[in-house]
């Protein structure tokens, strides 16, 4: 699929999904028996690539990367089924890898370029907002990008916000609280209704629809 009939309903063994925005083409893939999500990203105009969460099957992240040029392998958060790919996918790549610094020892390969709140990363000629989002893991991250001539905006959230929810946070009232608190207002209070959410597993969705159900979260604490 292309264009406007790129979905995000994607599954594990299928093929990819593949929406071109003006600036920006993003193609999504699920992986592995944790239907993880990996994202590439790349920029026609110069064929530079980024790629979101090496999750597992490095072949077939390999095969959807094919001949394009991937700079970067950003990794949105330290849990292992987010990463298991990391290793072959550098080394086939040569990619600098990205993460968050609270969660760069959880991965299987070395950060050469922590990222903090409000850091940027780019691809191509754009570039990528990271947003910390503390409480599915310590250093957890989204990017978002905001893009040019009716692109609209775009947020990969890893594992911090779903279709009807915030993350896992283990029952913990601590790190729900953190973590909803941070969705709320580094996500919700400055992004767009029409934002579109790339989570780490399953379907894709939008803030408008995920916004008016924040009270209900708080209310169930999970």
Same mark, same amino acid.
């Given at each position: 699929?292309?264009?406007?009939?790129?979905?995000?309903?994607?599954?594990?063994?299928? *093929?990819? =999904?593949?929406?071109?925005? *003006?600036?920006?083409?993003?193609?999504?893939?699920?992986?592995?028996?944790?239907?993880?999500?990996?994202?590439?990203?790349?920029?026609?105009?110069? +064929?530079?690539?980024?790629?979101?969460?090496?999750?597992?099957?490095?072949? /077939?992240?390999? $095969?959807?990367?094919?001949? $394009?040029?991937?700079?970067?392998?950003?990794?949105?958060?330290?849990?292992?089924?987010? !990463?298991?790919?990391?290793?072959?996918?550098?080394?086939?790549?040569? $990619?600098?890898?990205?993460?968050?610094?609270?969660?760069?020892?959880? %991965?299987?390969?070395?950060? &050469?370029? *922590?990222?903090?709140?409000?850091?940027?990363?780019?691809? @191509?000629?754009?570039?990528? #907002?990271?947003?910390?989002?503390?409480?599915?893991?310590? @250093?957890?991250?989204?990017?978002?990008? !905001?893009?040019?001539? @009716?692109?609209?905006?775009?947020?990969?959230? +890893?594992?911090?916000?779903?279709? +009807?929810?915030?993350?896992? &946070?283990?029952?913990? /009232?601590?790190?729900?609280?953190?973590?909803?608190? =941070?969705?709320? !207002?580094?996500?919700?209070?400055?992004?767009?209704?029409?934002?579109?959410?790339?989570?780490? !597993?399953?379907?894709?969705?939008?803030?408008?629809? #995920?916004?008016?159900? %924040?009270? #209900?979260?708080?209310?169930?604490?999970?």
């Amino acid at each position: 699929m292309s264009g406007s009939d790129y979905t995000g309903d994607v599954e594990v063994g299928g *093929p990819a =999904d593949t929406r071109e925005l *003006p600036g920006l083409t993003i193609t999504k893939l699920a992986v592995s028996e944790m239907a993880n999500n990996a994202y590439l990203l790349t920029d026609p105009a110069t +064929g530079e690539s980024l790629l979101i969460d090496a999750a597992a099957e490095p072949a /077939a992240l390999l $095969a959807l990367i094919g001949d $394009a040029d991937v700079r970067t392998v950003v990794t949105t958060h330290g849990h292992w089924d987010h !990463h298991r790919a990391l290793p072959e996918v550098v080394e086939a790549t040569g $990619a600098a890898t990205v993460a968050h610094p609270a969660d760069a020892a959880d %991965l299987p390969v070395p950060v &050469t370029r *922590p990222v903090e709140h409000g850091d940027t990363v780019p691809v @191509g000629g754009h570039l990528l #907002e990271v947003v910390h989002l503390r409480g599915h893991t310590p @250093g957890s991250i989204a990017l978002v990008w !905001h893009g040019p001539g @009716g692109a609209g905006t775009h947020v990969f959230t +890893g594992d911090s916000l779903f279709p +009807g929810g915030v993350g896992n &946070t283990r029952s913990d /009232a601590e790190r729900f609280a953190s973590l909803v608190d =941070d969705v709320e !207002h580094r996500l919700f209070d400055v992004l767009p209704d029409d934002t579109w959410v790339y989570p780490g !597993h399953g379907k894709d969705t939008t803030i408008g629809a #995920e916004r008016p159900q %924040l009270p #209900e979260w708080r209310a169930r604490g999970w």
